[in-house]
């Protein structure tokens, strides 16, 4: 059983950065998967970015390209996503999750376990 716990989100203007953190109590596997999803006002759950526990491996939608960055600690069994020049359009709960599956999916319903969120509002 894992239990995951989401922190770092907040109030900001249009072009601020801000750096969500997740923290996973239980046993994270070097094959698993951990990604960061979100919800914005009435819209579904939506990828943002994935990373593989051993390799580092990282995935990107394509609105996070270029200015989001996702990355791990190991020793803190944490995954952090850092998001620079936001965008109004990043408003939106944010969740970590993890997949128990070797393969990246981009679907919420691959994904085994998940926090509870963190709040992230972007105003203009």
């Known amino acids: 059983q894992v239990q995951l716990a989401e922190s770092g989100g907040g109030l900001v203007q249009a072009g601020d950065s801000l750096r969500l953190s997740c923290v996973a109590t239980g046993t994270i596997y070097s094959s698993d998967i951990m990604g960061w999803f979100r919800q914005g006002p009435g819209m579904e759950r939506e990828f943002v970015a994935a990373?593989?526990?051993?390799?580092?491996?990282?995935w990107y939608s394509d609105s996070a390209k270029g200015r989001f960055r996702i990355s791990r600690d190991n020793a803190e069994n944490a995954v952090y996503l850092q998001m620079n020049n936001l965008k109004v359009e990043d408003t939106a709960v944010y969740s970590c999750?993890?997949?128990?599956?070797?393969?990246?999916?981009?679907?919420?319903?691959?994904?085994?376990?998940w926090g509870q969120g963190t709040q992230v509002t972007v105003s203009s």
């Open positions: 990373i593989n526990w051993r390799l580092g491996k990282t």
């Open positions: 999750a993890l997949s128990k599956s070797v393969y990246i999916d981009y679907q919420p319903g691959s994904y085994d376990y």
